[in-house]
Every structure is written in structure tokens, then in C-alpha cells.
């Protein structure tokens, strides 16, 4: 495997970044992961869009030109001969002697890009089957709108999850309503058959996977809702799965050890998915 550090492409092995970056010291960066499918990088405009928020909201330079990277990208991919997988970037304020204060101007952004294969197939029986989530307080910070390496409590989530024999956490707000997954975004379909996923002003992160099942719901004629929803609803909900660039959409058949409906994935989850696959190009 090949991964781009900085400027130079060198073997994943190898792939280092200096023990003052401020990635490292202080999660001091942002990320994203895009899916590759049939050789190509889904989304790649709105990924690069809101990688470009997120810069912005920490005032962090692009560390190459936006054209730049869509090569590097892209050259990534085709070097690890990625037909499935996904493509990893990540931008750090840049290495510095350890201090809280931005460094120096001038201390130039740390620019890593990799990508690793994925089984369609694997991912297939997955979808089939379904997925368990656990529930989890909400403990992250109020920024969880920029995509930032600090994910710490979504590891910890996780994990916790993993222990619990499911997939995924979902943060649950004070007030008793989902907030997203460690990973992914929640939705629900509810008995009329509408989606619904929690509105993305704040507090959670805005998915791209997510804008895009927006789009195929259209196309399918399906009505979305953006409006929050509780715990208890999802249980209680007709369907429920979970979206991102890893997982695209999945069906969620178990929340905390109860069923959603007959614990099988539900067909308008399918059907999204199915069309993501079809249309999502
Ligand atoms: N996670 N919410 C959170 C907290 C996420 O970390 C992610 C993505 C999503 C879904 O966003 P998108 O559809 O753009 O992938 C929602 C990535 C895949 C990750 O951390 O691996």
C-alpha cells in the first residue's frame, strides 16, 4: 500500500508524521473519509466543501490547492488499485514546538492521504442481516458540526458498543432524542413510510452520506423529515439504519436489546440503499 505524507508518496509502512504535529498533541485537525465505489470517489465535491468549512472554522490554510488534492486523491486510489474501499485525508495546523497558541505564520498545514480496499460483499451480508446500536449520554463537545480527529468519546462509544455485541453508539441528548452515531448518522422511517434524521444546524455532524440519501429519497418519492426524534420512537419506529461514507446505508435491527418492528431490515431501508448504489454516481 502507497500513502501520500506531505507532498511525497511513499510506502503505508513507512507513512510517518512528526511527534509534534498537532494532530497528534492536539487532535489540532480535521478529517474526512470518502467512499470509493467502481473505482470512483463518491461525492467528492461536497466532501471537499465541507472539508473546506471545517478549515475554515479553525482557521487552518488548504494545504495544497483544492484542484491539488482532488489529484492526490485520486492518485491515491488509483496506486493502492482501489476499486472498493475508502480514501482517508487528513489536514493538521502543521508541526511546531508544543504550545496551546497557534504557531507561527507560515508553519505549514500536515497533508496525509491514504486509502484501503473494502468488500462489497462483506458489506452485502451485513446490510442483509442488519445492525445492533447501544444508546450512550451525549458527552462530546458543542462543535461535533466540524469534522475533527478529536474523537475520542466516539471511540470510546464504540467500543463500548462493540462490548456490547453491537455496530454502533448513538449520542442521546439531554432532552432524551437521538443525536447521531460515533460514526454515522440515525434515521428513522416512520409508519406512513417518511424518513427521518435530525436537522444538522448543530450538534451533529452534516453527513454527506446523509444529504445524499436526501436526494435519492427524492428521487424514490419518498418524503424526509428533518425534525429530532427520541429514543422511544426509534424502538417503536417502523424501520431505523444508520448512514456514512463506511456503511452507506444500514439497517438497524436491534436498539439497546429491543427490536426494531420484526428485527429484519425494513424495505424502504433496502430500497434506499439499493438506489444509493443505482443513482449516488
Ligand atoms: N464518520 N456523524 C459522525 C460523528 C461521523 O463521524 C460521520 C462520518 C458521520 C457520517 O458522515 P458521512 O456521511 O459524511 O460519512 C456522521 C466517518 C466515516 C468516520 O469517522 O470514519
Excluded at 80 to 93: D, P
Aim: charged share 25%.
Amino acid at each position: 500500500r502507497i500513502a501520500y505524507v506531505n507532498g511525497r508518496y511513499t510506502p503505508h509502512a513507512d507513512a510517518s508524521v512528526h511527534v509534534e504535529d498537532r494532530g497528534y498533541q492536539f487532535a489540532d485537525g480535521v478529517y474526512e473519509v470518502c467512499e470509493v465505489a467502481r473505482g470512483n470517489i463518491m461525492d467528492m465535491t461536497r466532501h471537499l466543501d465541507r472539508l473546506d468549512r471545517s478549515l475554515r472554522e479553525l482557521r487552518i490554510e488548504w494545504p495544497i490547492a483544492r484542484r491539488a488534492l482532488e489529484f492526490v486523491m485520486r492518485e491515491v486510489v488509483r496506486r493502492n488499485h482501489v476499486e472498493n474501499g475508502l480514501v482517508y485525508l487528513q489536514v493538521t495546523r502543521g508541526v511546531a514546538p508544543r504550545d496551546h497558541y497557534f504557531p507561527a505564520a507560515g508553519t505549514q498545514p500536515a497533508l496525509v492521504v491514504t486509502a484501503k480496499r473494502s468488500s462489497p460483499a462483506v458489506a452485502a451480508r451485513r446490510a442483509a442481516e442488519g445492525v445492533k446500536v447501544i444508546t450512550v449520554p451525549e458527552n462530546r463537545w458543542e462543535r461535533v458540526d466540524i469534522k475533527t480527529v478529536g474523537l475520542l468519546p466516539n471511540v470510546l462509544a464504540r467500543q463500548k458498543a462493540r462490548e456490547a455485541g453491537a455496530v454502533e453508539a448513538w449520542f442521546i441528548d439531554t432532552d432524551g432524542t437521538v443525536k447521531e452515531g460515533a460514526s454515522t448518522n440515525a434515521w428513522i422511517v416512520t409508519a406512513d413510510g417518511t424518513l427521518v434524521t435530525r436537522p444538522a444546524e448543530f450538534g451533529i455532524l452534516r453527513g454527506i452520506t446523509r444529504a445524499t440519501v436526501m436526494d435519492v429519497a427524492k428521487k424514490l418519492g419518498l418524503k424526509v423529515e428533518e425534525r429530532s426524534f427520541s429514543v422511544d420512537e426509534a424502538k417503536g419506529a417502523k424501520e431505523a439504519f444508520i448512514t456514512a461514507a463506511t456503511t452507506v446505508v444500514m439497517p438497524v435491527v436491534d436498539i439497546d436489546g429491543a427490536s426494531v418492528a420484526n428485527g429484519h431490515p425494513g424495505s424502504v431501508t433496502l430500497s434506499l440503499r439499493e438506489a444509493f448504489f443505482d443513482i449516488a454516481e
